[in-house]
Each structure stands twice: as C-alpha cells, then as structure tokens.
C-alpha cells in the first residue's frame, strides 16, 4: 500500500529569519547539497555557466517599467516590468523577477536562462520549472493572477511555457518545505553518489563528492575533474617605495612613476607587499571586491597582517571548530595524524636527498618508530617530546641533503643544526623564511575555505599566532618548505652571495629572496599524484583539498582527517 504524503507548510516567516531565494529552490530540486553550501554555508564558487549566466541577465538586471497594483492589471495590456524584487512572509520567499509581462488579466513571470531549450518532456528541467512556479507563487502572494509562466533560452533564442498546474505547484511547495527543514535542521545533505551532475557544478571543488564518499564508503576512485587547475598565482612587491594601482583589469606596479611591472587582476590570488609598498585605495577596494587578499610584510619579512574583503560567510563551519578545539581527545587525534605524517614525509625526504655514503638505514628505522609512537601518544606533551625527538634526528642529517659549494665571504652553506631565532647561517635563514611563506600560504587558504587560522588543535592559541595554520603545515613542511630550500641550493638558485647580517642573524638579500620566492612558488605549482584519490594536482590546490577535507571531519561528515604522505 502506498503511502500518501501529508503536506506539512513551514508557519509564516517571524523575526529575524531571512526569506528563501527562489534560485535556491531551483538549486534544492537540483542537488540539495547544492543548495545547503551556497544557502547555509555561504559557499561560491564562479565558472564559465555563472559568467554567462550574469552576461545574459545584464539586460534584464536593469529595472524598468512598473508594476501596477492586481486590480489595474486588465488595464495594462502592454505591461513590461523588467528586475522586479518581490518578498513574502507567508510562503517565506524572495525573488528578483527578470521580466512580468501581462496576458488577459492575468501576470507572466519571464525568467532567463544562458543556454538552448532543452529537448525533454514538458520543455524544460524540472528545476527550472519548479523556479518558475516560485515566481509565479510570490506573485499570487501579493495578490496577482498567475496560470503560466515563460522560460527564455537565450541561447536559441525560444520560449517554453510553463504551465502552473496542480502537479508542479505541489513539487514546488514540497521543494520550498524542504529546502527550510534542510536549512533549519542544520544537517549538510550526503553527495551525491557517481552522478553526472557533479562535474557540471561550479561548486564540485568545495563539495568533494566523490571524495568524500571515497572516504567514507570506499569504491572506485574520485574523478579529476573535482579538481580544475587554477592558475592564479601570488603577486609579490618587495621594492623600496613601490606602488601598486589598478588600470582596467590589470595591476600596475611602478617605481618613482616609472612602470615596471603588470598583472591581470584575473591572475591574481593574493597580492604580497614587502616592505614600504604604496596601494592606491581604488586599487584595495577591487581586491576586496574581489576577494583578493593583501599580505603586509615589514622589509626584513615579518607579517604585519592582511587585508581582506568581508570573508567567508561559513559560520557553520567555524561553530563546529571553536567546538571541537575545546575537546582533549579530538585535539589529540588530530595533533596525532598530523605529527604522524610530517615524520613520515620527513622520512621521504631522507630517503630521495640522501648524499652519504652508505643508507641511512638505521636513522629510518628510528624515524619509523617515531612514527608509531606518535601513533600511540597517550597526551600533547608526549606527543611533542616525540616530535622534537624527530626533528633532531632529521636535522641532525639536513647538512647531508647539500651539495658542495663554494663559501662567498663569512657566508656557506655548511649545517650544523636547525636555529631560528635568530638564523645564525643561510640554511636557517632559508628555511625560516620558508616556513614563514608556508604560514602566510596556509594562513590564506585557511581563511578561504571558512576555517579560522587562529583557533588550533596542536598548536595551542597565543595571541598573535595562527594556530590552525602551523597545526596543517606540519605533514607539508618537509615536502614544501625543506624541498624547496634543497632545491634551491643544489640547483644553485640561491647563492652563499645572496645573504646579509641583519639584526644579530643571516637574512636573504632583496635579489636572493627574489630568486627563493620563485623556487618556493614553483614547488606549489608542482603537480603530484594524490596518494589518496589516485588524480593529478598542484600542491597548491592540494592545500586547500586537505583544508576542506579538515572541515568535513570537524562538521562530522568524515570519520577520520586524512593527511598527505607522499611516496
């Protein structure tokens, strides 16, 4: 016997809670996950389909004409009434309406779409329809009579009518219904399972449908195109009295009013100023705009802070970390994994830069152990006496990892163990600066995907310091920061020459950290099979794979974080 479903409307809207998006509800028929990220979460994402759909809608955007009170209708027979914003508490929706056209009495909601009418069964996906019907429901709301609606293509250039009838009105209200429970209960929707939809959404690299459901269910691995290349880099500007404006789509960077340089604002993921750098305001507020941050570094390279738009909207997101930092255990599991990998990956470095004479192989075997008692850790400070034990062993043999070159004045590239503060030699002042591009790097990425940089797990919180950021760089210090400081040297990038006594340490000149910079940034573009999913990345985007990959475990999609170890 088939069970009869019991329509159960939401009460009218009171207080504070914001109306739903008639887009959204096309987004929940679509893919209620969907809907979840960009409703709940504050997720977005741009792709070629939002571009183009932006382009077609500029016109109609563009308010015009007026629409009359329901009573005057059949006296309007003419009526073209363009971006009309309509809101209702009693169905608890609001819709900016591309187009109203009257038709014997009665209102025509016209909505646009990018592409060709679909060749399908009522002329149109259900979606589209059901977004239609939402118009045409707010409509009815303030008092107006609708029966039909209008799909226009503007890619063949054809309308579809749409019909208002029982059936559709009924999806519509279930979809409306829906989409407030799922938004109320607070319960991110699973993926969806191998579906085609996924690789067609702008959203695929923040969903991870496929991984995710590779975590949690096992099967076949993820598909690569979950993970499009981007090829925004970072813009750096370290000399003396620069200054940085916008012209049209590009940044312009000059010296003494002479042009030196140029960026496209499009290939631009973050503008890094060191030293006493000019921005124009016009030009900060487009990066913000944009969602472009600007980091502000001192000329010896320390971080002052950074400039950013209004952020990311995922409070969601950041509930759940504040939640789970105040838990010893999970702190502890998660401090656990990622001390786990950086010995492993420290491990991997050893292995593929060893220059000694026989193998290390009784150093592996300790690092191995290491790593199975920081499996084991029963609290922190166990933890971190396991790691340093590590770090000594591993920097005990970084001088090996270098070839011979030659000394340039009191300079060399001679290792006797790892110094920060401050460096006492190049090595160090390398690595240092290093970890510090890390940092800023994580510190970004972090941010980009809802996390709060400063709110850790391992790292406990001090004032000034971005916790989260030096807990996720731990599995990515040896195989980012110590690899491009290997390479670096051995490929003589960096030269003994290229450094300076600053402030009681060693300090890379202006033109060595230009040279580094370039070497550290290549090491990110570097792309690598993901020893998880089995597709091809950047490092760059691999970070931030594993940060959205942290905040599934911490909203409770995933059982456990997975951490990167490289082969």
Request: overall charge neutral; hydrophobic content about 35%; proline content about 8%.
């Amino acid at each position: 016997m088939e069970q009869q479903e019991l329509p159960l409307p939401f009460p009218e809207l009171t207080g504070d809670t914001p109306p739903l998006p008639a887009r959204m509800v096309n987004e929940f028929s679509y893919c209620p996950r969907l809907a979840y990220l960009e409703w709940v979460q504050g997720e977005w994402e741009a792709s070629h389909h939002t571009v183009e759909g932006d382009a077609v809608h500029k016109r109609v955007d563009k308010p015009g004409g007026a629409l009359p009170e329901p009573d005057e209708i059949e006296d309007t027979p003419k009526l073209h009434a363009r971006s009309v914003t309509l809101e209702s508490a009693q169905i608890g929706l609001v819709a900016k309406l591309d187009l109203l056209e009257a038709d014997g009495g009665s209102v025509v909601p016209v909505d646009y779409k990018r592409g060709k009418r679909p060749h399908v069964d009522k002329g149109a996906y259900e979606p589209e329809r059901i977004q239609l019907c939402a118009q045409g429901l707010l409509l009815e709301a303030h008092g107006y009579t609708v029966d039909h609606g209008i799909l226009y293509f503007a890619g063949s250039k054809e309308r579809v009518q749409v019909e208002f009838d029982a059936e559709l009105r009924a999806l519509t209200q279930s979809a409306i219904n829906g989409l407030r429970l799922m938004a109320a209960a607070g319960r991110i929707p699973p993926p969806l399972e191998d579906s085609p939809k996924c690789p067609r959404c702008s959203l695929v690299g923040i969903c991870l449908p496929d991984e995710v459901n590779f975590l949690k269910k096992g099967g076949p691995s993820p598909r690569p195109m979950a993970v499009n290349r981007d090829e925004a880099m970072p813009v750096y500007v370290q000399a003396n009295h620069a200054k940085v404006a916008k012209k049209g789509e590009r940044l312009e960077i000059s010296i003494d009013d002479a042009k030196v340089s140029h960026a496209r604002l499009i290939d631009t993921s973050q503008l890094v100023l060191m030293g006493n750098v000019y921005v124009t305001t016009p030009t900060l507020q487009e990066l913000m705009r944009r969602e472009i941050p600007v980091s502000w570094y001192s000329y010896g390279g320390w971080f002052l802070g950074h400039t950013v738009g209004v952020g990311h909207k995922n409070v969601e997101l950041r509930t759940a970390q504040y939640k789970a930092s105040f838990d010893p255990q999970t702190c502890l599991r998660l401090a656990r994994g990622w001390v786990e990998a950086k010995i492993a990956n420290q491990r991997v470095i050893l292995r593929r830069n060893w220059r000694g004479d026989s193998p290390p192989d009784e150093l592996q075997t300790a690092l191995k152990n290491d790593i199975r008692h920081a499996r084991l850790a029963k609290n922190q400070e166990e933890l971190l006496g396991i790691e340093g034990a590590a770090a000594a062993r591993y920097f005990g043999v970084f001088g090996e990892f270098l070839k011979p070159t030659e000394s340039a004045g009191d300079f060399s590239f001679d290792f006797a163990g790892r110094n920060r503060r401050p460096p006492p030699d190049p090595v160090n002042a390398l690595l240092s600066f290093a970890y510090a591009m890390l940092t800023r790097t994580l510190h970004q990425t972090l941010s980009g995907v809802g996390l709060d940089p400063y709110r850790g797990f391992y790292h406990q919180p001090r004032y000034g310091r971005p916790s989260l950021a030096l807990d996720m760089m731990e599995p990515f210090r040896p195989i980012l920061a110590d690899s491009a400081v290997l390479t670096a040297i051995n490929n003589g990038e960096v030269r003994p020459s290229d450094f300076v006594r600053a402030g009681g340490g060693v300090a890379l000149s202006p033109e060595g950290r230009k040279r580094f910079i370039g070497a550290f940034e290549r090491r990110l573009s570097q792309e690598i099979t993901h020893p998880i999913f089995g597709y091809r990345l950047s490092y760059r985007r691999l970070l931030e794979v594993q940060a959205r990959l942290l905040g599934r475990f911490l909203l409770g999609e995933l059982d456990d974080n997975p951490n990167l170890i490289v082969r």
